[in-house]
């Protein structure tokens, strides 16, 4: 029975003030409201705090009750979240907890304004950073030092990817926090993903510093020594220990310690027995060398034998004493080494950069002065070129190429580019004598990040060694020539054992090098690259063609993903073909804004395609005119198996339009394989649409279910005999397969009673993408199909 109670705020009902009772006592009755039955458990629910509706999830889930539908409130009445329109969210309360936290972190949001946000038992950080498995850092670095180590030990065992959006220099302590957050969250933790994105004037520290402790160097400071470093170097002397020594049980004494004499007597021998070995097996030791700007990269580059990704020890000079690597480790020729920077080097900046490199380093280099002082360090012990001495040497010696009769991988502008760039210029590049080598990412995206040829070099030479990336992803840094020494490093490290790079993403505004061209390096150097992917606005080539004009001979590889966007000048379509042919596994292929000198080049790699690449999934045409490839387009339909096909501004219909359609939808009827057919933006206009509801008719065999019609010129009244014929379609008993219609960028404003009709009509069958797109701010864009 339920009582009536008025309250100033409305009526409650008994059980309602009983569930707030104990929403609010949920401290002593947490064990008690885990044990009730589902009909009383699922009304207490919406009731709790965000605390212990995280809490009481398992005990939910086993009496069959979902809390997702009280996130998903939590998302949009707190954090102002919409569902997203393309992305699924799998778990609403994972979604949560993440934004919650970063909102925490950056000061956005204030726990004390909501009482769902607030319990004194609970630290808002700690409990939700157990679900942030992607961090960002934006700005200043805010919220770096909010970390505290209870919330930095949750986010190891929880980040995946680390992100940093729009970062501006910080003060020094935040620095300091970030290098020891990067530290235990990459060499420590589980990140495999670093992302920079939208940096457009990089501070030259942090940007090393990011990216050597992505690459797995890190330089130990004795004064202030990472605690869990000094745990596995532990582990691992004790485990080497007892490798070489195989009587160091019956040394043990009767209750299994050893004591400190005996240790000490250990570790001496087994310390000049290590040093034995590493005269033998000097590549045991790992260092990051320059780039070798003398070596040509046809050349065979030193192996480094690795037996593991993870670390490499170093050998050390006594405390007190500056780390170095041992005199037998790998290092560069004679000819390559790079002098240490001189305190007049440092305050010259850069003639191509605003912001100079040695001059932002030098002040960098006093602001860590600083910061030893304030952590007890004497000024005795602190140099101002500490920072120099394990993070840059400058080469101040002219290099010159005395290679010949050799043929670069990177042709005559790779062999030209890198002499003409370099000259006598100062070049900041990372040496880490005295790091030691942990873990390292197997991903990195540099997006919106401008690399200047300083900051360049610096990337190359972690590039060259970096044995663990996977993935590279590098768009829009204005590399220009700096491309080349980009490529000289993809090189290098091409010939290391143990090289693992699958996936390489380019992209920019201008390049220096033929984009096939660049492609054919690429593939040369890596054949088993899984994804390739290349898109450039603007060639800057030089003005003499190709001596020869043969096409490059691509050596057979294994790519699944080739996504191409040409700038817009004529391609060598031998070089396309020859691509295509060497590229049998191909399951994705997209080629963009690409121009052919004659309509027959094009037709030839329509056939190629169709010859060759028979195990295609996905295909996708964009910005590119085939109305006089209508036949090679439909052999390609009926000969492959593919499962998403789009062609979008391709003047697919321009010609032909109503005989060649009618034939596209026979082809289509007959294919059982294809789910997904984009055609945005190729004046279908409504007789086309009209015509393509044939495809769900009974007769077909046709399993598309995603329909992409956007940019069609497509009117109200033909939206509505479109919906209309699917309609009687579905009355005949006929199951209609078609999911998802987008409709965007359409001509249904000249009409809307009619486009509504069409749209109530068409959202009872499937769901529908439209917009109140304003037709009337656009160009016509072809009158005879308006």
Same mark, same amino acid.
């Not at 979240?81 to 969210?89: D, G, I, N, Q």
């Not at 041992?326 to 390559?336: E, G, L, M, V």
């Given at each position: 029975m339920e009582l009536e109670v008025q309250e100033a705020e409305g009526s409650c009902t008994l059980v309602s003030l009983c569930v707030r009772a104990v929403s609010e006592n949920m401290e002593r009755l947490e064990p008690e409201v885990w044990e009730l039955p589902s009909v009383i458990l699922q009304d207490i629910l919406p009731f709790l705090n965000i605390y212990y509706l995280d809490r009481i999830e398992t005990a939910a889930v086993k009496k069959g009750l979902s809390? #997702?539908?009280?996130?998903?409130? *939590?998302?949009? !009445?707190?954090?102002?979240? %919409?569902?997203? %329109? =393309?992305?699924?969210?799998? &778990?609403? +309360?994972?979604? =949560?907890? $993440?934004? =919650? =936290?970063?909102?925490? *972190?950056?000061?956005?949001? !204030?726990?004390? &304004? @909501? +009482?769902?946000?607030? @319990?004194q038992r609970f630290t808002p950080l700690i409990h939700s950073s157990q679900y942030v498995t992607e961090l960002t850092i934006c700005n200043k670095l805010q919220g770096v030092l909010e970390l505290t180590p209870p919330v930095v030990e949750t986010l190891v065992h929880s980040v995946r990817t680390l992100k940093f959006l729009h970062l501006r220099t910080p003060d020094l302590a935040r620095q300091q926090s970030l290098q020891s957050l990067l530290h235990r969250l990459i060499h420590h933790g589980d990140v495999s993903k670093v992302a920079l994105l939208s940096w457009p004037a990089p501070d030259a520290y942090i940007l090393v510093l990011i990216l050597s402790i992505s690459a797995g160097f890190w330089v130990e400071h004795h004064r202030n020594p990472c605690r869990f470093c000094d745990i596995e170097t532990q582990t691992e002397r004790d485990k080497l220990l007892r490798e070489k020594n195989p009587l160091l049980d019956s040394l043990v004494p009767c209750d299994g310690i050893l004591d400190e004499q005996d240790e000490e007597e250990i570790v001496d021998q087994y310390s000049i027995e290590y040093k034995k070995g590493q005269e033998e097996t000097p590549s045991a030791l790992l260092t990051l060398q320059p780039l070798n700007l003398d070596q040509r990269p046809w050349d065979e580059p030193p192996k480094m034998h690795r037996k593991s990704h993870c670390k490499a020890t170093v050998t050390s000079k006594p405390h007190g004493?500056?780390?170095?690597?041992?005199?037998?480790?790998? +290092?560069? @020729?004679?000819?390559?080494?790079?002098?240490?920077?001189?305190? $007049? #080097?440092?305050? #010259?900046?850069?003639?191509?950069?605003?912001?100079? *490199?040695?001059? @932002?380093l030098t002040k960098k280099n006093t602001s860590a002065t600083h910061y030893a002082n304030s952590s007890g360090v004497e000024n005795s012990d602190v140099e101002a070129e500490d920072l120099y001495d394990f993070i840059f040497t400058v080469a101040n010696e002219k290099k010159t190429r005395t290679s010949t009769g050799n043929k670069s991988l990177l042709g005559e502008k790779g062999a030209l580019g890198l002499h003409g760039l370099l000259g006598e210029r100062c070049l900041g590049v990372p040496f880490f004598d005295s790091s030691r080598r942990f873990r390292s990412i197997s991903a990195l995206n540099l997006h919106n990040v401008p690399l200047t040829l300083e900051y360049c070099h610096i990337l190359c030479n972690l590039l060259s060694t970096w044995v663990t990336l996977e993935k590279l992803t590098m768009a829009y840094n204005d590399l220009g020539s700096n491309i080349f020494p980009v490529m000289e490093a993809l090189v290098s490290l091409s010939h290391l054992d143990g090289c693992c790079l699958r996936t390489v993403s380019l992209s920019d505004f201008t390049v220096n090098i033929p984009t096939l061209e660049l492609a054919h390096n690429l593939l040369t150097a890596f054949p088993s690259l899984h994804v390739l992917s290349l898109s450039f606005d603007l060639e800057n080539l030089p003005e003499k063609p190709r001596l020869d004009g043969s096409a490059f001979e691509f050596p057979e590889n294994q790519l699944e993903q080739l996504d191409i966007r040409f700038p817009r000048e004529p391609l060598h379509t031998g070089d396309l073909l020859s691509l295509l042919r060497a590229s049998r596994n191909l399951c994705e292929f997209s080629l963009d804004n690409a121009t052919f000198s004659s309509f027959e080049e094009l037709k030839h790699a329509l056939q190629t395609l169709t010859e060759f690449n028979t195990t295609l999934k996905r295909l996708s045409f964009h910005d590119m005119f085939l109305a006089d490839c209508q036949d090679e387009i439909l052999l390609l339909l009926q000969k492959s198996h593919l499962e998403d096909v789009k062609f979008s501004f391709c003047h697919l219909f321009e010609r032909r339009a109503v005989e060649f359609l009618s034939e596209m939808v026979y082809t289509l009827k007959r294919n059982s394989t294809l789910k997904t057919l984009k055609l945005c933006g190729n004046r279908l206009g409504n007789d086309g649409l009209i015509l393509l509801a044939d495809i769900f008719a009974d007769d077909s065999l046709s399993r598309v279910h995603c329909l992409d019609v956007s940019s069609n010129c497509i009117k109200s009244d033909g939206l509505l005999k479109f919906a209309k014929k699917l309609e009687d379609s579905q009355q005949r008993g006929v199951r209609l397969k078609l999911m998802l219609l987008s409709l965007s960028q359409n001509l249904l404003d000249r009409d809307p009673m009619t486009a509504q009709e069409a749209l109530r009509l068409l959202n009872g069958m499937c769901s529908v993408i439209s917009d109140k797109w304003d037709s009337s701010h656009a160009f016509s864009d072809h009158v005879s199909a308006m």
């Open positions: 809390t #997702q539908s009280i996130w998903r409130k *939590l998302c949009k !009445d707190v954090m102002k979240l %919409k569902p997203p %329109k =393309f992305e699924t969210v799998t &778990c609403w +309360r994972k979604k =949560f907890l $993440e934004v =919650f =936290f970063h909102h925490v *972190l950056r000061g956005i949001l !204030d726990v004390s &304004c @909501d +009482r769902r946000l607030m @319990d004493s500056r780390n170095s690597i041992s005199k037998n480790a790998t +290092r560069p @020729d004679a000819s390559t080494k790079l002098p240490r920077v001189t305190s $007049e #080097q440092c305050k #010259q900046p850069s003639p191509n950069s605003p912001k100079g *490199l040695p001059a @932002d």
